[in-house]
Structures are given as structure tokens and as C-alpha cells.
């Protein structure tokens, strides 16, 4: 097991079975080309989930519904379009890497073996926010998929996870190896 310890979480990762982006030699060749990334990914029950992790823990106080839900005839939310951009460049990263493009190949010879060929996604977002902006979690989630529907269909994704650290802990997929940090 890798153990990570990230935003507030504790992952302990399968040995073999995970990578992050963040420390593939193909990625850091291109980050400084506003390539962005999910921080985990991991094969469990023959499909590769990719987690992005998000705590707002230290910025509470200043922040608003409005920083992360766009609204209409306003510029979209640079918390939100952040999102928007790892997952987009995450799946143009494994498409890539399925593809066999000459960037994409780099990036498969350093994934785990299973993860070198296709497997259904799951893309999941788990996001620490104070109390009084989790009523924004439905709506951000909703505008989140809306916006990256066509994206994510032409990687036979339905739809994104957006997900509070409470739930995420809770959840007995992924309880087995995340915890909030003591």
C-alpha cells in the first residue's frame, strides 16, 4: 500500500494499482503547458476511478455559493472552471494514453499494467466545504455535469461524482482506503 496524505484525507492506495498524474515523467514534461490533473487514480472492480480532492476548510470565511455555480451572464467561477479543466485534461490524458499517440504512449508505458488498457471510469469529486456552502453541492454538481456532458460521453462517462469528504468516508467504495485526516 501507498499511503497519501492530501487536503484533509488519508489514502492508502493498492500497491500496482494507482498512479497520480502529478509523478508520471510524461505529465511533467507537459504541466508547464496548462495541463491540469486529478490527483488520484486507481483500478478497483475492473474500473479505473479518477479523484480529485478538494478542501475549502481554510477559506471558509470569504467564500460564497457564487465561487464555486456559475450564474448566468457571469463569468464561470475560477474554483469551478478549475474543475472543469482536471477532469477534461485527466480524460484526454487515459483517451490519449489508450489511443497510442506518441505523447499518450509515454504516458501508458508509466500506468499501472491494468490501468494500460481501457477500462470504464468513474470520476468522482470529493470537496471539504464549511457547513453553510453544502446546500451549493447539488447545484454544483448539476452544473458541473451539464457543462462537461459531451466530454465526458465520448469517454463512456454518464456523469461525475461530486461528493463531501463525509460521504466519501462514509462510502463503503471508497471507506476501505480513505479516512479524513486525524
Not at 51 to 77: C, I, K, M, N, W
Amino acid at each position: 500500500m501507498a499511503t497519501y496524505i492530501e487536503s484533509g484525507l488519508c489514502l492508502d492506495l493498492p500497491d500496482g494499482q494507482h498512479f497520480r498524474f502529478a509523478d508520471l515523467p510524461a505529465y511533467k514534461t507537459l504541466s508547464g503547458q496548462h495541463l491540469k490533473e486529478m490527483d488520484f487514480a486507481w483500478i478497483n472492480g475492473g474500473k479505473l476511478f479518477l479523484l480529485e480532492v478538494r478542501s475549502y476548510a481554510q477559506v471558509s470565511t470569504t467564500l460564497t455559493g457564487a465561487d464555486f455555480v456559475p450564474v448566468t451572464g457571469h463569468p464561470a467561477p475560477h474554483r469551478y472552471l478549475a474543475l472543469i479543466e482536471k477532469v477534461t485534461d485527466s480524460l484526454l490524458m487515459m483517451l490519449a494514453s489508450w489511443a497510442g499517440s506518441t505523447c499518450g504512449q509515454s504516458i501508458r508505458d508509466a500506468l499501472p499494467t491494468g490501468a494500460k488498457k481501457r477500462l470504464p471510469m468513474k470520476l468522482v469529486i470529493a470537496v471539504d466545504l464549511p457547513a453553510h456552502l453544502a446546500i451549493h453541492l447539488q447545484g454544483l454538481r448539476d452544473s458541473l455535469n451539464d457543462r462537461l456532458r459531451g466530454r465526458i460521453a465520448l469517454a463512456d462517462v454518464s456523469s461525475v461524482v461530486l461528493i463531501d469528504y463525509a460521504r466519501l468516508v462514509a462510502n463503503p467504495m471508497f471507506s476501505a482506503f480513505i479516512k479524513k485526516q486525524p
